[in-house]
């Protein structure tokens, strides 16, 4: 009796720890998913994401045990025999069991959100290792357990869900509150791509004027904007620097709402985020809420000339051409570079991008606007920081901030960091980090940049590719792949089924170049620590999170 009870307490035991590890993998995945039960459930369906190895042990020891009992009754087989099974099957899951909060590129952030979700998850599921000693003892019952787990975290993650609103209207009217007791100039930014960029630039320019708030790194939904203002905001901020993110329809509507926009930035139109938006035309509108927002306020918004390609921002600006300052290649620029043959929205009126110029210290920018030329620099990498120079430039100036002041401001800028950040290393390599995210434009600046600084050593390449590009997915691989076959002596290239063409384009190029696949980041590293050279110019292009790059084995 005292054995049996024993091994019920160990069995127990395991399984309550099992549990949490593996409570904590699926947290993991749903804290990178926004917390959104659907993208979670898609996710397991889609890498097959449910427990493989513990269920088939479970399975054939099960199997094995029913078949002696049927086949071979007068066999003696101990009662403890199933409980032995299933502890070991545990212990095993247990040691294999990755931490998220340890062994992984982004980790699990133990937020108080993830906290409630956790730990009633984690009870529910401590209560169904209890029914299992209530049924039949064999292995094949705590499979169904198992299998369990997910769905129960997203069951409460579900059931949740009107308390997690309840604290975040609470947190949001507190923001909102904030924000018109203290009466900052806000300027709202976003695009496709682009928008950290542009803030981070013009951030810089206005805290060397006056008391600034930026929303940092890529923080741009609902709750991370609140929870910057209702502990950041302080009465003596002049500007207030909000970069808004558009995860669907309405989404910039609200963040307008929270933080009233006096001005808008509106960086690109792309195919980032393509997959929730199906159409570029919606991609168009949900930015351009922000525009609307800015509007109703009667103030200015700055915007790239591509944007104008789209029915709906051509007609906002027509209807209200004194709102809108256009940036964007000089028209004779423009047909130069152009090779889809699309017309220049630029007007003479507009700010003209003359000249965009590259060295091994950074970026020369020619402009001209209302008759004026302006010659910038910045201690940036990458041509297509030279656009997002321009839209800061003439929220800058239009803000009344003096131009030999921004372009002081300018000199002094800092890196972005992850974002076509150089770095020389003890190693005597060079590194390029644009490891935050990726886009097609973005991509093919980084090339460029690493045939300018790579004439003296090898140029490698290390990317995974880009993601929520839809259906422009294998065809903006291909075109990328060509190049990087043309500029790049190697090319490192992670979970390579993903992007197919890009390998297709990389080898087009005929020049027998050689180009490894790995499975992972830290795959790609190990051989570059073996491999890699004094002079080696090293760009990483794109890294992405854990729930792209791998699938926890379980």
């Not at 990178?32 to 979670?40: A, I, K, M, V």
């Not at 013009?202 to 923080?219: D, E, M, N, Y």
């Not at 609140?226 to 950041?232: A, K, L, N, S, Y």
């Not at 402009?367 to 201690?379: I, T």
Request: with cysteine; proline share 5%; net charge neutral.
């Amino acid at each position: 009796m005292i054995v049996d009870m024993t091994s019920l307490i160990l069995v127990y035991a395991a399984w309550l720890i099992f549990s949490a590890k593996r409570l904590l993998t699926y947290t993991h995945v749903l804290q990178q998913e926004d917390y959104d039960d659907l993208r979670l459930f898609k996710w397991i369906g889609d890498n097959f994401a449910f427990d493989k190895r513990l269920s088939l042990f479970l399975l054939v020891t099960g199997s094995g045990l029913f078949a002696l009992s049927k086949f071979m009754p007068r066999l003696f087989v101990p009662e403890l025999v199933p409980h032995f099974l299933v502890f070991t099957g545990l212990a095993v899951a247990i040691y294999r069991e990755k931490d998220p909060r340890k062994n992984s590129k982004k980790k699990l952030v133990a937020t108080t959100r993830a906290k409630r979700i956790f730990f009633p998850a984690l009870a529910l599921v401590a209560l169904s290792g209890l029914w299992c000693f209530h049924v039949p003892d064999h292995p094949w019952i705590w499979i169904f357990n198992v299998q369990l787990i997910p769905l129960i975290l997203i069951i409460v993650n579900l059931l949740l869900q009107p308390f997690e609103h309840g604290i975040q209207k609470r947190y949001w009217n507190e923001a909102h509150q904030k924000v018109k007791a203290y009466e900052p100039t806000i300027i709202g930014i976003t695009g496709s791509f682009g928008k950290t960029s542009v803030k981070h630039i013009l951030g810089h320019i206005l805290k060397t004027q006056a008391p600034t708030l930026i929303t940092p790194g890529s923080v741009n939904t609902p709750m991370g904007i609140t929870r910057i203002v209702r502990e950041q905001l302080e009465e003596n901020h002049r500007y207030l620097v909000v970069e808004m993110g558009a995860y669907g329809p309405g989404s910039i509507e609200r963040l307008c709402t929270l933080t009233p926009p006096d001005m808008g930035i509106i960086t690109a139109i792309g195919h980032a985020h393509y997959e929730r938006f199906k159409t570029l035309e919606s991609v168009a509108k949900a930015k351009f809420e922000l525009a609307e927002a800015v509007l109703e306020k009667d103030g200015m918004v700055i915007i790239h000339e591509r944007t104008l390609r789209f029915p709906i921002p051509e007609k906002l600006k027509d209807d209200h051409p004194s709102n809108f300052i256009v940036c964007g290649d000089a028209p004779d620029i423009f047909s130069k570079a152009n090779d889809d043959h699309e017309i220049s929205h630029i007007a003479s009126d507009d700010l003209h991008i003359i000249s965009i110029k590259q060295s091994t210290k950074g970026l020369g920018v020619d402009l001209r606007w209302k008759g004026e030329s302006y010659s910038l620099f910045l201690p940036l990498f990458g041509v297509h920081h030279g656009h997002n120079a321009a839209l800061a430039f003439a929220a800058a100036m239009e803000l009344g901030i003096p131009a030999d002041k921004i372009k002081t401001a300018l000199r002094s800028l800092p890196q972005i960091e992850h974002r076509l950040e150089v770095r020389k290393q003890p190693d005597g390599t060079t590194l390029i980090d644009d490891a935050f995210n990726s886009n097609p434009i973005g991509f093919n600046s980084a090339l460029g940049l690493l045939a300018t600084l790579g004439r003296q050593g090898r140029k490698i390449l290390i990317t995974p590719g880009m993601i929520e590009l839809g259906h422009a997915h294998n065809d903006a691989h291909e075109k990328i792949g060509s190049y990087a076959g043309e500029v790049c002596d190697i090319a490192i290239v992670i979970h390579g089924k993903r992007i197919p063409t890009f390998i297709q384009g990389f080898k087009s190029t005929g020049s027998g170049k050689p180009l490894h696949e790995f499975a992972s980041f830290q795959d790609a590293q190990g051989w570059l620590r073996e491999n890699k050279q004094d002079g080696d110019i090293i760009l990483i292009e794109n890294d992405l999170p854990d729930i792209y790059e791998r699938v926890p084995k379980i």
